[in-house]
Protein backbone atom coordinates (compact mmCIF):
# COMPACT_ATOMS: atom_id res chain seq x y z
CA UNK A 1 0.00 0.00 0.00
CA UNK A 2 1.11 3.35 -0.23
CA UNK A 3 0.31 5.72 2.23
CA UNK A 4 0.39 9.72 1.75
CA UNK A 5 -0.75 11.72 5.05
CA UNK A 6 -0.52 15.53 5.45
CA UNK A 7 1.89 15.55 2.03
CA UNK A 8 2.95 19.34 1.15
CA UNK A 9 5.65 19.96 -1.71
CA UNK A 10 6.90 23.46 -2.55
CA UNK A 11 8.70 23.83 -5.55
CA UNK A 12 10.89 27.54 -5.09
CA UNK A 13 8.54 29.76 -2.09
CA UNK A 14 5.42 28.25 -3.68
CA UNK A 15 3.28 25.48 -2.50
CA UNK A 16 2.11 23.16 -4.96
CA UNK A 17 1.03 20.37 -3.04
CA UNK A 18 -0.89 21.44 0.04
CA UNK A 19 -1.89 18.75 2.88
CA UNK A 20 -2.80 15.99 0.90
CA UNK A 21 -3.78 12.85 2.21
CA UNK A 22 -4.85 9.71 0.86
CA UNK A 23 -3.83 5.69 0.68
CA UNK A 24 -3.48 3.69 -2.87
CA UNK A 25 -4.52 0.25 -1.76
CA UNK A 26 -2.37 -2.91 -3.74
CA UNK A 27 -4.56 -4.93 -6.14
CA UNK A 28 -6.57 -1.20 -6.84
CA UNK A 29 -5.56 1.15 -9.72
CA UNK A 30 -5.72 4.60 -8.19
CA UNK A 31 -6.21 7.50 -11.03
CA UNK A 32 -5.16 11.05 -10.36
CA UNK A 33 -7.02 13.69 -11.92
CA UNK A 34 -7.18 17.62 -12.08
CA UNK A 35 -6.56 20.23 -14.14
CA UNK A 36 -3.27 21.71 -15.72
CA UNK A 37 -0.89 22.76 -12.70
CA UNK A 38 -3.56 21.32 -9.80
CA UNK A 39 -0.51 19.83 -8.84
CA UNK A 40 -0.44 15.86 -10.11
CA UNK A 41 2.91 15.71 -11.51
CA UNK A 42 4.50 17.17 -8.53
CA UNK A 43 2.45 14.98 -6.46
CA UNK A 44 3.57 12.16 -8.27
CA UNK A 45 7.40 13.22 -8.43
CA UNK A 46 6.70 13.62 -4.47
CA UNK A 47 6.16 10.17 -4.19
CA UNK A 48 8.85 9.47 -6.60
CA UNK A 49 11.46 10.66 -4.38
CA UNK A 50 12.14 13.37 -6.36
CA UNK A 51 11.38 16.13 -4.32
CA UNK A 52 11.27 17.17 -0.84
CA UNK A 53 8.57 17.32 0.69
CA UNK A 54 6.62 17.57 4.17
CA UNK A 55 4.47 14.82 6.20
CA UNK A 56 4.74 10.96 4.95
CA UNK A 57 4.98 9.18 2.15
CA UNK A 58 5.06 5.27 2.50
CA UNK A 59 5.48 2.56 0.68
CA UNK A 60 4.11 -1.31 2.10
CA UNK A 61 4.36 0.75 5.65
CA UNK A 62 8.08 2.07 5.20
CA UNK A 63 8.67 5.26 4.77
CA UNK A 64 10.45 5.91 1.68
CA UNK A 65 12.47 8.72 3.30
CA UNK A 66 14.13 5.41 4.87
CA UNK A 67 14.21 3.88 1.89
CA UNK A 68 17.25 3.42 0.09
CA UNK A 69 17.10 3.87 -3.53
CA UNK A 70 17.77 0.54 -4.97
CA UNK A 71 15.14 -0.35 -2.01
CA UNK A 72 12.57 1.75 -4.08
CA UNK A 73 13.81 0.44 -6.94
CA UNK A 74 12.59 -2.84 -6.14
CA UNK A 75 9.14 -1.60 -5.23
CA UNK A 76 7.89 0.79 -7.75
CA UNK A 77 9.11 1.68 -11.04
CA UNK A 78 7.87 5.15 -12.63
CA UNK A 79 7.07 5.86 -16.12
CA UNK A 80 7.86 9.61 -16.56
CA UNK A 81 5.96 11.99 -19.51
CA UNK A 82 8.59 11.66 -22.27
CA UNK A 83 12.03 10.47 -22.47
CA UNK A 84 14.36 11.78 -24.88
CA UNK A 85 17.61 10.40 -25.53
CA UNK A 86 21.38 12.10 -26.62
CA UNK A 87 22.50 8.65 -27.78
CA UNK A 88 21.70 6.08 -30.41
CA UNK A 89 20.22 3.16 -28.20
CA UNK A 90 18.06 0.23 -29.71
CA UNK A 91 15.14 -0.46 -28.04
CA UNK A 92 15.89 -3.56 -26.68
CA UNK A 93 18.73 -1.73 -25.04
CA UNK A 94 16.56 0.57 -23.56
CA UNK A 95 13.77 -1.62 -22.48
CA UNK A 96 16.81 -4.18 -21.04
CA UNK A 97 17.55 -1.06 -18.90
CA UNK A 98 14.57 -1.22 -16.64
CA UNK A 99 16.42 -4.68 -15.65
CA UNK A 100 19.19 -2.59 -13.71
CA UNK A 101 18.15 -3.21 -10.41
CA UNK A 102 17.90 -6.96 -11.01
CA UNK A 103 14.32 -7.33 -8.81
CA UNK A 104 12.04 -8.24 -11.94
CA UNK A 105 10.97 -10.96 -10.12
CA UNK A 106 11.34 -12.66 -13.43
CA UNK A 107 12.75 -16.57 -13.21
CA UNK A 108 16.90 -16.61 -14.45
CA UNK A 109 15.51 -18.39 -17.44
CA UNK A 110 13.25 -15.63 -18.87
CA UNK A 111 15.38 -13.29 -18.05
CA UNK A 112 17.02 -13.33 -21.44
CA UNK A 113 13.41 -13.20 -23.44
CA UNK A 114 12.12 -10.69 -20.83
CA UNK A 115 12.57 -7.64 -22.83
CA UNK A 116 11.15 -8.85 -25.59
CA UNK A 117 8.25 -10.15 -23.57
CA UNK A 118 7.59 -6.85 -22.30
CA UNK A 119 7.59 -5.02 -25.84
CA UNK A 120 4.71 -7.65 -26.78
CA UNK A 121 2.60 -6.53 -24.25
CA UNK A 122 3.05 -2.98 -25.22
CA UNK A 123 2.25 -4.12 -28.74
CA UNK A 124 5.67 -3.49 -29.82
CA UNK A 125 6.52 -6.81 -30.90
CA UNK A 126 9.57 -6.74 -33.70
CA UNK A 127 10.73 -3.51 -32.71
CA UNK A 128 13.70 -4.22 -30.56
CA UNK A 129 16.05 -3.60 -33.33
CA UNK A 130 14.71 -0.53 -34.16
CA UNK A 131 16.71 3.09 -33.27
CA UNK A 132 14.66 4.68 -30.02
CA UNK A 133 15.12 8.03 -31.78
CA UNK A 134 13.51 7.45 -34.92
CA UNK A 135 10.24 5.96 -33.29
CA UNK A 136 7.04 8.28 -32.66
CA UNK A 137 6.23 9.39 -29.48
CA UNK A 138 3.61 7.42 -28.78
CA UNK A 139 6.04 4.47 -29.98
CA UNK A 140 8.60 5.71 -27.37
CA UNK A 141 6.33 6.75 -24.95
CA UNK A 142 5.27 2.37 -25.03
CA UNK A 143 9.02 1.14 -25.26
CA UNK A 144 9.28 3.34 -21.42
CA UNK A 145 6.53 1.47 -20.38
CA UNK A 146 7.97 -1.80 -21.84
CA UNK A 147 11.27 -0.60 -20.06
CA UNK A 148 9.60 0.08 -16.18
CA UNK A 149 6.98 -2.90 -16.74
CA UNK A 150 10.72 -5.00 -17.07
CA UNK A 151 11.59 -3.77 -13.80
CA UNK A 152 8.82 -4.53 -11.73
CA UNK A 153 7.40 -7.60 -13.93
CA UNK A 154 5.63 -9.78 -11.57
CA UNK A 155 3.41 -7.43 -9.60
CA UNK A 156 4.19 -9.08 -6.13
CA UNK A 157 7.36 -10.57 -4.92
CA UNK A 158 8.44 -12.24 -1.97
CA UNK A 159 4.68 -11.35 -0.60
CA UNK A 160 5.29 -7.61 -1.10
CA UNK A 161 3.12 -6.08 -3.49
CA UNK A 162 4.73 -3.75 -5.92
CA UNK A 163 3.67 -0.30 -7.79
CA UNK A 164 3.59 1.37 -10.99
CA UNK A 165 3.45 4.64 -11.04
CA UNK A 166 2.50 5.93 -14.32
CA UNK A 167 2.97 10.21 -15.29
CA UNK A 168 0.30 10.55 -18.09
CA UNK A 169 0.98 6.86 -19.76
CA UNK A 170 -1.65 7.31 -22.66
CA UNK A 171 -1.31 10.86 -23.66
CA UNK A 172 0.36 10.29 -27.22
CA UNK A 173 -1.52 7.38 -28.21
CA UNK A 174 -3.88 6.55 -30.57
CA UNK A 175 -7.32 4.92 -28.60
CA UNK A 176 -5.81 1.45 -29.68
CA UNK A 177 -3.26 2.08 -27.79
CA UNK A 178 -5.00 4.26 -25.15
CA UNK A 179 -7.01 1.22 -24.44
CA UNK A 180 -3.80 -1.75 -24.41
CA UNK A 181 -1.75 0.20 -22.06
CA UNK A 182 -4.60 0.78 -19.45
CA UNK A 183 -5.42 -2.73 -19.98
CA UNK A 184 -1.66 -3.40 -18.85
CA UNK A 185 -2.40 -1.25 -15.54
CA UNK A 186 -5.50 -3.23 -14.85
CA UNK A 187 -3.88 -6.37 -15.34
CA UNK A 188 -1.29 -5.30 -12.70
CA UNK A 189 -3.48 -4.19 -9.87
CA UNK A 190 -5.62 -7.53 -10.93
CA UNK A 191 -2.55 -9.72 -9.99
CA UNK A 192 -1.97 -8.09 -6.82
CA UNK A 193 0.28 -5.04 -7.46
CA UNK A 194 -0.64 -1.42 -7.43
CA UNK A 195 -1.47 1.01 -9.91
CA UNK A 196 -0.98 5.26 -9.55
CA UNK A 197 -1.72 6.81 -12.80
CA UNK A 198 -2.16 10.30 -13.93
CA UNK A 199 -4.89 10.74 -16.74
CA UNK A 200 -6.42 13.79 -18.22
CA UNK A 201 -9.48 11.51 -20.26
CA UNK A 202 -12.32 10.72 -17.72
CA UNK A 203 -14.38 8.39 -19.88
CA UNK A 204 -10.44 6.03 -19.88
CA UNK A 205 -10.45 7.09 -15.74
CA UNK A 206 -14.17 5.47 -14.99
CA UNK A 207 -13.98 2.62 -17.64
CA UNK A 208 -10.39 1.51 -15.67
CA UNK A 209 -10.22 3.18 -12.27
CA UNK A 210 -10.99 1.42 -8.92
CA UNK A 211 -10.37 4.94 -7.16
CA UNK A 212 -10.04 8.55 -8.16
CA UNK A 213 -7.85 11.18 -6.79
CA UNK A 214 -9.30 14.52 -7.88
CA UNK A 215 -6.47 17.68 -7.60
CA UNK A 216 -7.69 20.79 -7.66
CA UNK A 217 -5.61 24.01 -6.80
CA UNK A 218 -3.12 21.99 -4.39
CA UNK A 219 -5.37 20.02 -2.47
CA UNK A 220 -6.69 16.43 -2.84
CA UNK A 221 -10.50 17.93 -3.60
CA UNK A 222 -12.04 14.62 -3.19
CA UNK A 223 -10.94 10.63 -3.06
CA UNK A 224 -13.17 7.84 -4.25
CA UNK A 225 -14.85 5.26 -7.05
CA UNK A 226 -15.70 6.67 -10.22
CA UNK A 227 -19.53 6.72 -9.62
CA UNK A 228 -18.80 8.95 -6.08
CA UNK A 229 -16.19 11.38 -7.90
CA UNK A 230 -17.34 12.19 -11.07
CA UNK A 231 -20.58 14.37 -10.20
CA UNK A 232 -21.13 17.63 -12.51
CA UNK A 233 -20.77 19.59 -9.31
CA UNK A 234 -17.37 18.79 -8.86
CA UNK A 235 -16.44 19.08 -12.41
CA UNK A 236 -17.85 22.31 -12.53
CA UNK A 237 -16.19 23.65 -9.46
CA UNK A 238 -12.70 21.79 -10.64
CA UNK A 239 -12.74 21.93 -14.46
CA UNK A 240 -14.69 25.67 -14.34
CA UNK A 241 -16.51 24.10 -16.78
CA UNK A 242 -20.23 23.22 -17.07
CA UNK A 243 -20.22 19.64 -18.06
CA UNK A 244 -22.93 16.77 -17.48
CA UNK A 245 -21.64 13.64 -16.43
CA UNK A 246 -23.83 11.13 -18.94
CA UNK A 247 -24.58 13.64 -20.96
CA UNK A 248 -25.49 12.87 -24.87
CA UNK A 249 -24.49 15.37 -27.89
CA UNK A 250 -27.63 16.14 -30.25
CA UNK A 251 -28.30 12.78 -32.53
CA UNK A 252 -26.56 14.09 -35.17
CA UNK A 253 -22.68 14.50 -33.99
CA UNK A 254 -20.95 11.30 -33.43
CA UNK A 255 -19.02 10.44 -30.57
CA UNK A 256 -17.22 7.37 -29.66
CA UNK A 257 -16.51 6.13 -26.13
CA UNK A 258 -13.52 4.36 -25.07
CA UNK A 259 -16.30 1.86 -23.31
CA UNK A 260 -17.68 0.72 -26.09
CA UNK A 261 -14.90 -0.54 -27.57
CA UNK A 262 -15.34 -4.94 -27.39
CA UNK A 263 -12.22 -5.64 -25.37
CA UNK B 1 19.62 -21.13 -41.90
CA UNK B 2 17.09 -18.92 -42.81
CA UNK B 3 17.95 -17.26 -40.02
CA UNK B 4 21.70 -17.15 -40.65
CA UNK B 5 20.58 -15.84 -43.69
CA UNK B 6 18.78 -12.72 -42.26
CA UNK B 7 21.03 -12.20 -39.68
CA UNK B 8 24.51 -11.58 -41.52
CA UNK B 9 23.72 -8.90 -43.61
CA UNK B 10 22.69 -7.09 -40.55
CA UNK B 11 26.27 -7.70 -38.90
CA UNK B 12 27.81 -6.45 -41.53
CA UNK B 13 25.29 -3.51 -42.46
CA UNK B 14 25.82 -2.46 -38.88
CA UNK B 15 29.92 -2.98 -38.89
CA UNK B 16 29.88 -0.78 -41.96
CA UNK B 17 27.17 1.12 -42.51
CA UNK B 18 26.77 2.09 -38.93
CA UNK B 19 22.86 2.16 -39.03
CA UNK B 20 21.11 -0.97 -38.64
CA UNK B 21 21.60 -3.39 -35.29
CA UNK B 22 20.55 -7.18 -35.23
CA UNK B 23 16.72 -7.35 -35.78
CA UNK B 24 16.37 -8.30 -31.97
CA UNK B 25 18.55 -5.04 -31.44
CA UNK B 26 20.72 -6.47 -29.14
CA UNK B 27 24.46 -5.26 -30.12
CA UNK B 28 26.23 -7.48 -27.27
CA UNK B 29 27.87 -10.33 -29.85
CA UNK B 30 29.12 -6.85 -32.08
CA UNK B 31 30.06 -5.10 -28.97
CA UNK B 32 32.58 -8.19 -27.77
CA UNK B 33 34.13 -9.28 -31.34
CA UNK B 34 35.08 -5.49 -32.14
CA UNK B 35 36.48 -5.31 -28.09
CA UNK B 36 38.62 -8.55 -29.32
CA UNK B 37 39.41 -7.30 -32.69
CA UNK B 38 40.80 -4.08 -31.38
CA UNK B 39 42.44 -5.75 -28.78
CA UNK B 40 44.92 -7.69 -31.21
CA UNK B 41 45.01 -4.34 -33.28
CA UNK B 42 46.74 -2.82 -30.29
CA UNK B 43 49.47 -5.31 -29.83
CA UNK B 44 49.78 -5.09 -33.19
CA UNK B 45 50.14 -1.13 -33.12
CA UNK B 46 52.41 -1.36 -30.33
CA UNK B 47 55.19 -3.50 -31.97
CA UNK B 48 54.82 -1.58 -35.43
CA UNK B 49 55.80 1.56 -33.36
CA UNK B 50 58.41 0.53 -31.31
CA UNK B 51 59.94 -0.96 -34.70
CA UNK B 52 59.04 2.04 -36.84
CA UNK B 53 60.57 5.01 -36.87
CA UNK B 54 63.45 7.42 -38.15
CA UNK B 55 65.74 4.31 -37.40
CA UNK B 56 64.25 1.36 -38.73
CA UNK B 57 64.07 -1.94 -37.05
CA UNK B 58 62.33 -5.21 -38.57
CA UNK B 59 59.39 -6.26 -36.91
CA UNK B 60 60.32 -9.82 -35.70
CA UNK B 61 63.74 -8.90 -34.05
CA UNK B 62 61.57 -6.32 -32.26
CA UNK B 63 59.66 -9.19 -30.83
CA UNK B 64 62.62 -11.18 -30.38
CA UNK B 65 64.38 -8.24 -28.03
CA UNK B 66 61.02 -7.76 -26.41
CA UNK B 67 60.45 -11.45 -25.32
CA UNK B 68 64.21 -11.51 -24.29
CA UNK B 69 64.46 -8.83 -22.08
CA UNK B 70 66.77 -5.62 -22.02
CA UNK B 71 69.75 -7.93 -21.19
CA UNK B 72 69.56 -10.67 -24.32
CA UNK B 73 73.12 -11.10 -25.30
CA UNK B 74 71.77 -13.24 -28.13
CA UNK B 75 69.31 -9.96 -29.00
CA UNK B 76 69.16 -9.69 -32.90
CA UNK B 77 69.64 -6.20 -32.58
CA UNK B 78 72.21 -3.81 -32.69
CA UNK B 79 73.12 -2.13 -30.11
CA UNK B 80 71.92 1.01 -30.92
CA UNK B 81 68.85 -0.11 -32.13
CA UNK B 82 67.97 -1.53 -28.96
CA UNK B 83 69.07 2.08 -26.57
CA UNK B 84 66.37 3.47 -29.09
CA UNK B 85 63.77 0.47 -28.67
CA UNK B 86 63.64 0.23 -24.61
CA UNK B 87 64.92 3.85 -23.68
CA UNK B 88 63.88 6.18 -26.32
CA UNK B 89 60.80 4.07 -28.12
CA UNK B 90 59.09 1.65 -25.43
CA UNK B 91 58.45 4.60 -23.15
CA UNK B 92 57.27 6.77 -25.33
CA UNK B 93 54.71 3.86 -26.74
CA UNK B 94 53.62 3.45 -23.10
CA UNK B 95 52.81 6.97 -22.67
CA UNK B 96 51.37 6.86 -25.93
CA UNK B 97 48.70 4.36 -25.16
CA UNK B 98 48.00 4.82 -21.74
CA UNK B 99 47.48 8.77 -22.60
CA UNK B 100 45.21 8.02 -25.77
CA UNK B 101 43.08 5.20 -23.73
CA UNK B 102 42.57 7.91 -21.08
CA UNK B 103 41.61 11.14 -23.31
CA UNK B 104 39.20 8.76 -25.27
CA UNK B 105 37.90 7.25 -21.69
CA UNK B 106 37.45 10.68 -20.50
CA UNK B 107 35.18 11.55 -22.93
CA UNK B 108 33.14 8.72 -23.37
CA UNK B 109 32.71 9.22 -19.39
CA UNK B 110 31.88 13.17 -19.52
CA UNK B 111 29.72 12.36 -22.81
CA UNK B 112 27.56 9.94 -20.64
CA UNK B 113 27.46 12.69 -17.72
CA UNK B 114 26.68 15.81 -19.72
CA UNK B 115 24.04 13.34 -21.84
CA UNK B 116 25.69 14.62 -24.62
CA UNK B 117 28.07 13.58 -27.62
CA UNK B 118 29.78 16.65 -27.80
CA UNK B 119 31.05 16.85 -24.06
CA UNK B 120 34.88 16.45 -24.18
CA UNK B 121 37.45 17.71 -21.87
CA UNK B 122 39.28 19.34 -24.71
CA UNK B 123 36.10 21.49 -25.96
CA UNK B 124 34.67 22.61 -22.95
CA UNK B 125 37.29 23.69 -21.14
CA UNK B 126 38.87 21.26 -18.54
CA UNK B 127 41.53 20.39 -20.69
CA UNK B 128 42.25 24.21 -20.33
CA UNK B 129 41.61 23.71 -16.38
CA UNK B 130 44.21 21.09 -16.48
CA UNK B 131 46.43 23.49 -18.43
CA UNK B 132 46.63 26.23 -16.15
CA UNK B 133 47.28 23.58 -13.10
CA UNK B 134 50.56 22.18 -15.37
CA UNK B 135 51.38 25.81 -16.24
CA UNK B 136 51.19 27.29 -12.60
CA UNK B 137 53.74 24.33 -11.73
CA UNK B 138 56.17 24.99 -14.92
CA UNK B 139 56.61 28.83 -14.06
CA UNK B 140 55.68 29.24 -10.54
CA UNK B 141 57.35 25.54 -9.05
CA UNK B 142 60.99 27.55 -8.26
CA UNK B 143 59.04 30.41 -6.29
CA UNK B 144 55.42 30.81 -5.26
CA UNK B 145 54.55 26.95 -5.82
CA UNK B 146 57.91 25.48 -4.73
CA UNK B 147 57.03 24.07 -1.50
CA UNK B 148 54.00 21.83 -3.35
CA UNK B 149 56.98 20.94 -5.71
CA UNK B 150 59.04 20.11 -2.42
CA UNK B 151 55.78 18.00 -0.88
CA UNK B 152 54.97 16.07 -4.01
CA UNK B 153 57.99 16.05 -6.33
CA UNK B 154 57.64 14.58 -9.86
CA UNK B 155 53.57 14.05 -9.09
CA UNK B 156 53.11 17.75 -8.48
CA UNK B 157 52.80 18.45 -11.84
CA UNK B 158 50.09 16.19 -12.54
CA UNK B 159 48.86 16.53 -9.21
CA UNK B 160 48.52 20.06 -10.17
CA UNK B 161 46.48 19.58 -13.56
CA UNK B 162 44.27 17.16 -12.18
CA UNK B 163 43.46 20.01 -9.82
CA UNK B 164 43.24 22.37 -12.32
CA UNK B 165 40.83 19.97 -14.61
CA UNK B 166 38.64 19.21 -11.13
CA UNK B 167 37.94 22.49 -10.19
CA UNK B 168 37.17 23.18 -14.40
CA UNK B 169 35.02 20.35 -14.48
CA UNK B 170 32.95 21.00 -11.06
CA UNK B 171 32.43 24.80 -12.43
CA UNK B 172 31.12 23.94 -15.91
CA UNK B 173 29.22 21.33 -14.36
CA UNK B 174 27.42 23.71 -11.71
CA UNK B 175 26.54 26.26 -14.73
CA UNK B 176 25.54 23.71 -17.33
CA UNK B 177 23.36 21.56 -15.07
CA UNK B 178 20.13 22.49 -13.71
CA UNK B 179 17.99 19.97 -11.97
CA UNK B 180 19.76 17.13 -13.97
CA UNK B 181 19.04 18.32 -17.04
CA UNK B 182 21.93 19.99 -18.99
CA UNK B 183 22.15 22.40 -21.49
CA UNK B 184 24.17 22.16 -24.70
CA UNK B 185 24.21 25.61 -25.25
CA UNK B 186 25.07 26.65 -21.84
CA UNK B 187 27.88 23.70 -21.34
CA UNK B 188 29.56 24.75 -24.63
CA UNK B 189 29.31 28.58 -23.63
CA UNK B 190 30.71 27.95 -20.37
CA UNK B 191 33.06 25.62 -22.16
CA UNK B 192 34.14 28.75 -23.65
CA UNK B 193 34.46 30.90 -20.85
CA UNK B 194 36.19 28.68 -18.65
CA UNK B 195 38.58 27.96 -21.74
CA UNK B 196 39.26 32.02 -22.12
CA UNK B 197 39.56 32.26 -18.61
CA UNK B 198 42.53 29.79 -18.46
CA UNK B 199 44.07 31.33 -21.93
CA UNK B 200 44.20 34.86 -19.81
CA UNK B 201 45.46 33.49 -16.60
CA UNK B 202 48.31 31.24 -18.80
CA UNK B 203 48.73 34.57 -20.70
CA UNK B 204 49.77 36.17 -16.93
CA UNK B 205 52.16 33.52 -16.30
CA UNK B 206 54.22 32.93 -19.85
CA UNK B 207 54.23 36.62 -19.11
CA UNK B 208 56.38 36.00 -16.05
CA UNK B 209 58.18 33.29 -17.13
CA UNK B 210 61.43 32.81 -18.13
CA UNK B 211 62.82 31.69 -21.78
CA UNK B 212 63.29 28.30 -20.94
CA UNK B 213 60.08 27.99 -19.25
CA UNK B 214 59.33 29.57 -22.13
CA UNK B 215 60.44 26.94 -24.38
CA UNK B 216 59.16 24.25 -22.24
CA UNK B 217 55.47 25.87 -21.99
CA UNK B 218 55.69 26.29 -25.94
CA UNK B 219 56.28 22.60 -26.67
CA UNK B 220 54.24 21.65 -24.20
CA UNK B 221 50.94 23.35 -25.28
CA UNK B 222 51.17 22.40 -29.19
CA UNK B 223 50.56 18.53 -27.27
CA UNK B 224 53.76 16.25 -27.80
CA UNK B 225 54.98 12.56 -27.01
CA UNK B 226 58.49 13.53 -27.41
CA UNK B 227 60.30 13.17 -24.15
CA UNK B 228 58.64 10.58 -22.89
CA UNK B 229 60.57 8.75 -20.52
CA UNK B 230 60.25 6.34 -17.45
CA UNK B 231 60.25 9.21 -14.89
CA UNK B 232 57.16 10.79 -16.85
CA UNK B 233 55.46 7.32 -16.72
CA UNK B 234 55.74 7.24 -13.20
CA UNK B 235 54.59 10.69 -12.27
CA UNK B 236 51.27 10.05 -14.71
CA UNK B 237 51.05 6.78 -15.34
CA UNK B 238 49.40 6.14 -11.85
CA UNK B 239 46.83 8.33 -12.04
CA UNK B 240 45.64 7.29 -15.61
CA UNK B 241 45.60 3.81 -14.73
CA UNK B 242 43.57 4.47 -11.43
CA UNK B 243 41.32 6.35 -13.83
CA UNK B 244 40.97 3.54 -16.07
CA UNK B 245 40.30 0.68 -13.69
CA UNK B 246 37.59 2.75 -11.95
CA UNK B 247 35.89 3.29 -15.62
CA UNK B 248 34.53 0.09 -16.24
CA UNK B 249 32.59 0.75 -12.53
CA UNK B 250 30.17 3.85 -14.24
CA UNK B 251 29.47 2.06 -17.19
CA UNK B 252 25.66 0.85 -15.18
CA UNK B 253 25.34 4.60 -13.89
CA UNK B 254 26.41 6.35 -17.51
CA UNK B 255 23.66 3.39 -18.93
CA UNK B 256 21.23 4.87 -16.13
CA UNK B 257 22.05 8.40 -16.77
CA UNK B 258 20.98 8.39 -20.39
CA UNK B 259 17.78 7.82 -19.58
CA UNK B 260 17.67 11.33 -17.21
CA UNK B 261 18.90 11.67 -13.93
CA UNK B 262 15.67 11.28 -12.07
CA UNK B 263 14.74 8.06 -14.26
CA UNK B 264 18.59 6.53 -13.19
CA UNK B 265 17.64 7.45 -9.71
CA UNK B 266 13.97 5.69 -10.05
CA UNK B 267 16.04 2.56 -11.11
CA UNK B 268 17.95 2.61 -8.18
CA UNK B 269 21.48 3.95 -9.35
CA UNK B 270 22.96 6.26 -6.56
CA UNK B 271 23.09 9.43 -8.92
CA UNK B 272 24.56 11.82 -6.74
CA UNK B 273 27.53 9.88 -5.54
CA UNK B 274 28.02 8.25 -9.57
CA UNK B 275 28.28 11.76 -10.57
CA UNK B 276 30.95 13.03 -7.85
CA UNK B 277 33.04 9.63 -8.99
CA UNK B 278 32.52 10.25 -12.41
CA UNK B 279 33.78 14.16 -12.28
CA UNK B 280 36.76 12.60 -10.13
CA UNK B 281 37.49 10.35 -12.77
CA UNK B 282 37.40 12.75 -15.54
CA UNK B 283 39.59 14.96 -14.21
CA UNK B 284 42.18 12.51 -13.13
CA UNK B 285 42.27 10.95 -16.36
CA UNK B 286 42.35 14.45 -18.37
CA UNK B 287 44.70 16.29 -15.73
CA UNK B 288 47.34 13.57 -15.99
CA UNK B 289 47.50 13.33 -19.47
CA UNK B 290 47.58 16.93 -19.95
CA UNK B 291 50.45 17.46 -17.64
CA UNK B 292 52.54 14.90 -19.24
CA UNK B 293 51.60 15.78 -23.17
CA UNK B 294 49.84 19.30 -23.14
CA UNK B 295 46.86 19.70 -25.37
CA UNK B 296 45.89 16.33 -27.42
CA UNK B 297 42.50 17.54 -28.74
CA UNK B 298 39.59 15.19 -30.50
CA UNK B 299 40.31 12.02 -29.26
CA UNK B 300 37.91 12.09 -27.09
CA UNK B 301 35.18 12.97 -29.26
CA UNK B 302 35.65 11.06 -32.59
CA UNK B 303 36.58 7.76 -30.49
CA UNK B 304 33.67 7.08 -28.45
CA UNK B 305 31.51 8.61 -31.91
CA UNK B 306 33.03 6.16 -34.12
CA UNK B 307 32.61 3.60 -31.72
CA UNK B 308 29.04 4.50 -30.85
CA UNK B 309 28.23 3.99 -34.26
CA UNK B 310 29.39 0.46 -34.66
CA UNK B 311 28.55 -0.56 -31.01
CA UNK B 312 26.01 1.39 -29.71
CA UNK B 313 26.02 3.61 -26.63
CA UNK B 314 25.75 0.65 -23.82
CA UNK B 315 28.81 2.01 -22.00
CA UNK B 316 29.60 -1.51 -20.76
CA UNK B 317 31.33 -2.41 -23.76
CA UNK B 318 31.72 1.55 -24.98
CA UNK B 319 34.40 2.46 -22.46
CA UNK B 320 36.87 -0.66 -23.31
CA UNK B 321 36.18 -0.44 -26.50
CA UNK B 322 36.93 3.75 -26.39
CA UNK B 323 40.21 2.92 -24.02
CA UNK B 324 41.43 0.66 -27.18
CA UNK B 325 40.98 2.06 -30.03
CA UNK B 326 41.82 5.41 -28.36
CA UNK B 327 45.77 4.42 -27.48
CA UNK B 328 45.51 2.45 -31.02
CA UNK B 329 44.69 5.88 -32.71
CA UNK B 330 46.89 7.92 -30.72
CA UNK B 331 50.22 5.45 -31.33
CA UNK B 332 49.51 5.97 -35.14
CA UNK B 333 49.19 9.50 -34.65
CA UNK B 334 52.16 9.48 -33.12
CA UNK B 335 53.98 7.65 -35.62
CA UNK B 336 52.93 9.99 -38.04
CA UNK B 337 53.77 12.61 -36.31
CA UNK B 338 57.61 11.12 -35.62
CA UNK B 339 58.25 10.34 -39.02
CA UNK B 340 55.94 12.50 -41.26
CA UNK B 341 58.93 15.25 -40.91
CA UNK B 342 61.92 13.36 -40.29
CA UNK B 343 64.40 13.47 -38.75
CA UNK B 344 62.37 16.39 -37.21
CA UNK B 345 58.76 15.40 -35.68
CA UNK B 346 55.89 17.46 -35.23
CA UNK B 347 53.88 17.83 -32.32
CA UNK B 348 50.94 14.87 -32.38
CA UNK B 349 48.36 17.62 -31.08
CA UNK B 350 48.93 19.18 -34.60
CA UNK B 351 48.17 15.87 -36.06
CA UNK B 352 45.12 14.73 -34.21
CA UNK B 353 43.47 18.42 -34.46
CA UNK B 354 44.48 18.26 -38.19
CA UNK B 355 42.01 14.89 -38.54
CA UNK B 356 40.14 15.43 -35.73
CA UNK B 357 38.78 18.81 -36.25
CA UNK B 358 37.45 17.77 -39.57
CA UNK B 359 35.70 15.09 -37.91
CA UNK B 360 34.21 17.03 -35.59
CA UNK B 361 32.80 19.16 -38.24
CA UNK B 362 31.04 16.25 -39.91
CA UNK B 363 29.59 15.18 -36.70
CA UNK B 364 27.93 18.49 -36.38
CA UNK B 365 27.17 18.55 -40.09
CA UNK B 366 25.16 15.32 -39.35
CA UNK B 367 23.47 15.78 -35.81
CA UNK B 368 23.00 19.85 -36.47
CA UNK B 369 19.69 18.91 -34.90
CA UNK B 370 20.91 18.31 -31.55
CA UNK B 371 22.32 21.98 -31.19
CA UNK B 372 18.88 23.31 -31.52
CA UNK B 373 17.79 21.94 -28.00
Redesign the interface.
Known amino acids: MIGVSNLSVYLGHSKIVDDVSFEAEAGAFTVIVGPNGSGKTTLM?AL???LPYEGTISINGTSISQMK??????MR??L?QS?S??????????VK??M??GHSGASRHATETLP?EALARVDLA??????YQELSGGEQQRVQLARVLC?VWQPVLDGHPRFLFLDEPVSSLDIKHQLIIMQIARDFADRGGGVIAILHDLNLTSMFADRIIVMHRGHADSVGTPTEVLTDDRILRVYECALKVGGLPEVSVPFVLPQSAML | MSEAVLRKPAVLASVWGGRKARPDGDRSAIARTVIACLCVALVATVIFSLAFGASDASVVSVIKSLISGTDGTESALSVRDRIIIHDIRLPRVILGALIGASLAVSGAVMQGLFRNPLADPGIVGVSAGAGLGAVSIIVLGGTVLAPLLALFGLYALPLAAFFGALVFTVILYRVATRRGQTSIATMLLAGIALGAMATAYMGVLIYVADDKQLRDLTFWSLGSLAGANWVKILASGPLIALALVISPFLARGLNGLALGEASANHLGIPVQRFKRIAIVTVAAATGASVAVSGGIGFIGVVVPHLLRLVIGPDHRYLLPAAALLGASLLLIADAVSRTIVAPSELPIGIVTAAVGAPFFLWILLRRRGILDL
Open positions: RSGDLWQMASAIPTLSFPFTVREILGTSDGFGGRFQ
